[in-house]
């Protein structure tokens, strides 16, 4: 019953532990947006909103803490009156205790005023006594009666038993009896026949160190030992008995004092026995002690030493007898009824009494009253010493700075020594600023600080000697400097190189002039190249110190003005038309715009692919690496650009001008906010433009291996709604009207009028109407025009049919066709069929879609050259490969079966394409290679004539058609090497070359006799001539013979080649020589070593020699490059593609 009763109040309290937290979140975070977006502007950088967390997150954590704290004080006091209701009686009971109790040391207080003054505390001794009932009243009588008693400056208060419960209420008001020190001790009285036994004396020390926690005081212990005597001792002389121990005595020390009592109590013990043989207590004593009390109260007195407990101070150890004995005065003695609290007593207190005022206890936990006296003292040593170092270092400061600057003035020779004790004082007065700008060291602010007025008696005499080693030299280098620039020749490299640094340096004169215009840095800069040296300074020392000095001189100018100089206003107005002539004012602002840039660069975040096509999946189609800069787009030219360039041209003049300008009507007109604005805004744009630029020509379309990956680009571009194209270019177009102003009315009205009254001066195009509407239109204009965005109706266009929305429409076209291929019942027989009606030069919705894309990747112009490139061709592109590569591969076997393998089967291992003795057949040769007719000519013309086209005798691939095709270069060389020999072979129409041979003399060679199928040539020693000849010739006996006849021997047969190609047989034999275009030196080597020569003569080409390049020739068994496993792909990866509506 008992957990059901308590599980509704956890449930309680969670809940509302969840709402509070809940009900925090929600006003932390509220608070956080509103600051956020009024305070920063609602800024998305990183930087600007990790803080505004930060603070939100202590917020809460604060609130938190706050919250349950006040929670638990809550539930702490709802608890905290449901005791006090429930101990009422309780707490009436110990209310009435503690009345009693203050009314205990009231009447102490007033008893103790009323007897000792005001200042009866320092006058009086207080002392607890405590031990057991019978104890106490045997040594003070009427003490626990009484509660306290007073006599002889000593007030004995009741302690009562240390082992009972001890009365917190009781010591809590006797602490605030006497603050500080509430007693002067405690006395612990044995009653006679007890023992400090270990247990008694731990109760005894827990209830000393309880009553030292009650008065946050341990005052010192001493301990009362009641002895007994046989018979009555009434009469005997009373005195103190006792021993008085050191601070953290040991038994040692237990040991000595009380042998060292044994004499003084033998002796006294004697003489009181002398008197009356009854008074024998103190040599009883004395025997006791003698025989084993010493060692035995130094057992019993172990636990409350040093040695085992640091606590409890015991201070001492007395001795008497009982009262009951009646032992004279040794008892205390109450006085009258009427002075109840009066007590006379005796003589064995006094050694107590007077040690009191000789031993201290200690203070228990802290005491305020002694840390704030220790602290009011160390505060007043810390300050005091910090009076004497603060006087002893500013004294320093002051005499230093006072002889530096006393030495300076005095010895004005200029020197190494002057120059450090220079930079010596300017560190001073640096270090002075400092002092006056972030405070002094700690140890100068004593109150002795004189900062303030050793910097203003300092720096007159600073300047003094500045003006003298740093000022005046350097009015006079800049002048001879902005002198030499104005004596220079006009117009020539002299003033050229000079007017560089001539606006630097002329800013610099002035700023010695104008001190609201100083600049530290840039004069300390510019002075290291007018003056690298001083006469009478070492260099290496000048370099060194001279830009801290000029950048401080040039710093305090402006609180120094009586530092300043008067230029020379000539020169002045001399080196500024200089200086305007040669440089002008681009260099301000550039510094401008860079400057206008940053300020906006950070409020607006850069723009990638994904942000310019928002609700798409560009990456499926694009990709690139590039961003636009995000100071580079229409919002921020309309949140941040526009302004910052209005205010930069508003305030320009006083921030530019001033070194050139003495006065704003000497402004000249390029210089104006207006042209300034005008500048800003074209060079803002310019970069705008070449931003968009770099991002767009660096998009790649993602490469498509198959026709499944091809038909997905298409089908994902053509798409309304998730084109990444579409989306991109209504980006693009938004973007590129970026400050465009339309047309006002006024503006309307007076070029409608003016066109009116001009009306026969008319021009045909209207040329105004091409001017651009933006600043964009310049770059954007194409791209705009393509997508039907410009709206100047009245601008030429190069082919108004060009259009985003027609692109796109073929786009789909093809896709379409593409997909119908892919669904057909025999997809790659269809594909070869529409790759044949390209290689036959047929149109297809490929190859105009293809030029189409082309057209208006050109129509957007150089700068849009990759950007075009990749929209717009790269797409149809992959398409064309995919469609063409499968019946490349299929065209090649094709071209194996008509013309190669006949090719190989008529000519190999035949003369001349091998050295062998078979010959070729010459009709065959005639039938692949003959122009027009033959085998190969026809072949190319039939199927690859959509995509390979002849120029004179020459074979070239139709670039526009072919891309995507990777014509064999071998293939290429060869039908154009077979082309050539045609054109040679067949010159005349016929079969057959024709050419002339003339024979040359030779030195021993009489006659040579060459007969060329029936024809030949005889040369005797005479008068050589040329010969026509053909090949091959008329003859039923073909062949090529040649003999010659030397001086000293009869005719030779050189050799006797048969058949038709006997004559290229001879030929292969000679070593030729080109003499020029269409003559050849050829050289036969008879078997004796001797040299025979003709000259050949061409009609065409190398004539017969052409046939010589077929040895070792080939005919290529492809005419285009094919990877692979093409020529099967499709029919693998067909079956693959998604179609719309084909499963």
């Known amino acids: 019953m008992d957990k059901d009763k308590k599980h509704p109040d956890s449930i309680t309290v969670a809940s509302t532990t969840f709402i509070a937290a809940a009900a925090m979140t929600l006003a932390v975070l509220l608070g956080g947006i509103i600051y956020w977006f009024f305070a920063t502007e609602a800024s998305t950088e990183w930087s600007q909103i990790l803080p505004i967390l930060i603070i939100c997150g202590i917020v809460w954590a604060m609130a938190f803490c706050v919250a349950a704290l006040v929670f638990a004080g809550w539930q702490l006091w709802v608890r905290n009156q449901i005791k006090r209701a429930s101990k009422e009686g309780i707490k009436q009971t110990q209310r009435d205790k503690q009345a009693g109790q203050m009314t205990l040391t009231g009447r102490i207080s007033r008893a103790m005023r009323d007897r000792y003054s005001f200042f009866w505390r320092s006058k009086v001794r207080l002392l607890l006594v405590t031990g057991d009932q019978a104890a106490i009243n045997q040594l003070l009588p009427g003490l626990e009666e009484n509660q306290w008693l007073e006599g002889h400056r000593t007030v004995l208060i009741y302690g009562g038993s240390l082992s009972a419960e001890i009365n917190a209420e009781k010591y809590a008001s006797l602490r605030k009896l006497r603050r500080g020190r509430p007693l002067d001790g405690i006395v612990r009285v044995i009653g006679q026949g007890l023992s400090l036994d270990p247990g008694q004396s731990d109760d005894d020390l827990r209830g000393l160190e309880k009553i030292g926690e009650l008065l946050r005081y341990q005052p010192p212990v001493w301990l009362w030992q009641l002895c007994a005597s046989g018979w009555s001792q009434s009469g005997r002389t009373e005195q103190a008995v006792g021993v008085a121990f050191p601070p953290r005595a040991t038994p040692d020390d237990i040991a000595h004092q009380l042998e060292n009592l044994l004499p003084e109590l033998s002796s006294r013990g004697m003489s009181q026995v002398v008197e009356n043989n009854g008074h024998d207590f103190l040599l009883r004593l004395a025997q006791h002690l003698k025989n084993g009390g010493i060692s035995l109260w130094g057992q019993q007195l172990a636990p409350w030493l040093y040695a085992s407990q640091q606590r409890i101070p015991l201070r001492g150890l007395a001795f008497s007898l009982e009262n009951s004995e009646g032992a004279g005065e040794s008892a205390a003695t109450p006085l009258a009824a009427g002075r109840k609290n009066t007590l006379a007593l005796p003589a064995t207190w006094q050694a107590i009494i007077d040690d009191c005022g000789r031993v201290r206890g200690r203070r228990v936990g802290f005491a305020w009253e002694r840390m704030l006296a220790w602290g009011v003292m160390g505060v007043i040593g810390i300050w005091g010493a910090g009076l004497l170092i603060s006087f002893a270092l500013n004294w320093q400061q002051i005499s230093t700075v006072a002889s530096k600057a006393r030495d300076l003035v005095e010895h004005p020779a200029v020197s190494d020594a002057q120059l450090t004790s220079l930079h010596s004082l300017r560190n001073d007065a640096g270090s002075l600023q400092n002092h006056l700008l972030h405070g002094s060291p700690w140890y100068q602010r004593f109150g002795l600080d004189h900062s303030q007025q050793l910097l203003g008696a300092m720096l007159p005499w600073y300047g003094v000697v500045n003006n003298r080693l740093i000022r005046d030299p350097a009015n006079a280098a800049l002048a001879g400097k902005l002198g030499a620039l104005v004596n220079s020749a006009p117009n020539s490299d002299q003033r050229a190189q000079l007017a560089k640094p001539g606006y630097d340096q002329l800013k610099a004169w002035l700023m010695m002039a104008r001190p609201d215009k100083a600049d530290g840095a840039f004069y300390a800069q510019t002075m290291k190249a007018v003056q690298p040296e001083l006469n009478g300074v070492s260099k290496g020392l000048w370099q060194s110190l001279s830009p801290d000095l000029w950048a401080f001189y040039i710093s305090e100018l402006p609180h120094q003005p009586q530092w300043k100089i008067t230029p020379n206003a000539a020169l002045v107005n001399q080196s500024r038309q200089v200086l305007l002539q040669q440089i002008g004012r681009r260099n301000a602002e550039s510094t401008l715009y860079e400057n206008m840039l940053k300020s906006v660069r950070r409020n607006f975040a850069d723009v990638s692919l994904e942000d310019m096509t928002p609700g798409t999946d560009a990456r499926r189609l694009f990709s690139t690496d590039e961003s636009v800069p995000g100071m580079f787009t229409r919002e921020a030219w309309e949140g941040g650009v526009k302004q910052a360039i209005d205010k930069a041209a508003n305030t320009r003049r006083d921030e530019i001008d001033w070194v050139l300008s003495d006065s704003r009507k000497a402004v000249s007109a390029d210089l104006a906010p207006e042209a300034l604005r005008e500048r800003l805004t074209q060079r803002y744009f310019t970069d705008f433009a070449g931003s968009w630029l770099n991002f767009l020509n660096s998009l790649r379309l993602n490469p498509a291996n198959n026709i499944a990956d091809v038909t997905d680009q298409l089908t994902l571009m053509s798409d309304v709604r998730q084109s990444p194209l579409i989306a991109l270019m209504n980006t693009l177009a938004r973007q590129g009207q970026a400050g465009q102003k339309s047309e006002g009315l006024s503006d309307s009205i007076i070029k409608s009028a003016k ?360 005919l290529p068994a492809q005419i285009f490059s094919v990877e692979p496993g093409v020529l099967g792909q499709f029919a693998d990866e067909g079956d693959a593609i998604p179609m719309d509506g084909v499963n």
């Open 755 to 1114: 066109d009116l009254i001009n009306s026969k001066d008319k021009p045909a195009i209207d040329q105004s109407a091409l001017g651009p509407q933006g600043p964009l239109d310049e770059s954007f204009g194409p791209l705009l025009q393509l997508m039907g965005k410009n709206k100047n109706n009245d601008a030429i266009s190069a082919d108004s049919s060009l259009s985003l929305q027609t692109y796109l429409t073929r786009i789909t076209r093809v896709r379409l066709r593409l997909q119908q291929i892919a669904s057909a019942s025999d997809p790659q027989e269809m594909m070869q069929t529409l790759a044949q009606t390209v290689f036959q030069g047929k149109s297809v919705d490929l190859t105009d879609t293809q030029q189409y894309g082309s057209l208006v990747a050109a129509s957007l112009g150089e700068e849009w050259s990759g950007f075009g490139n990749t929209l717009f061709v790269q797409p149809l592109n992959q398409a064309w490969e995919t469609v063409l590569q499968p019946s490349a591969a299929s065209l090649n076997e094709r071209w194996n079966r008509a013309v190669v393998a006949n090719w190989h089967t008529a000519f190999d291992g035949r003369f001349p394409f091998a050295a062998s003795k078979s010959d070729a057949s010459l009709p065959m040769l005639a039938e692949f290679i003959r122009k027009d007719t033959g085998r190969i000519d026809r072949f190319l013309a039939t199927e690859l004539n959509g995509v390979l086209h002849k120029e004179g005798s020459r074979w070239v691939p139709d670039n526009a058609h072919s891309q995507g095709l990777t014509f064999n270069p071998a293939f290429l060389k060869a039908v154009n090497q077979l082309s050539q020999l045609s054109d040679v072979l067949f010159a005349d129409g016929g079969q057959g070359i024709g050419f002339e041979l003339q024979a040359r003399p030779v030195p021993q060679v009489v006659e040579t006799q060459l007969t060329i199928d029936g024809q030949k040539l005889h040369y005797f020693n005479q008068m050589a001539d040329w010969q026509s000849f053909r090949w091959p010739g008329e003859t039923y006996k073909p062949g090529t013979l040649l003999t010659w006849t030397t001086t000293g021997s009869g005719a030779r047969l050189f050799g006797d080649y048969v058949g038709t190609w006997g004559f290229i047989r001879w030929l292969e034999q000679s070593k030729r020589q080109r003499l020029d275009s269409s003559h050849w030196m050829m050289n036969f080597t008879a078997p004796d070593g001797r040299t025979l020569q003709w000259v050949l003569r061409t009609q065409l080409g190398n004539g017969p020699l052409e046939l010589l390049s077929l040895r070792n020739f080939t």
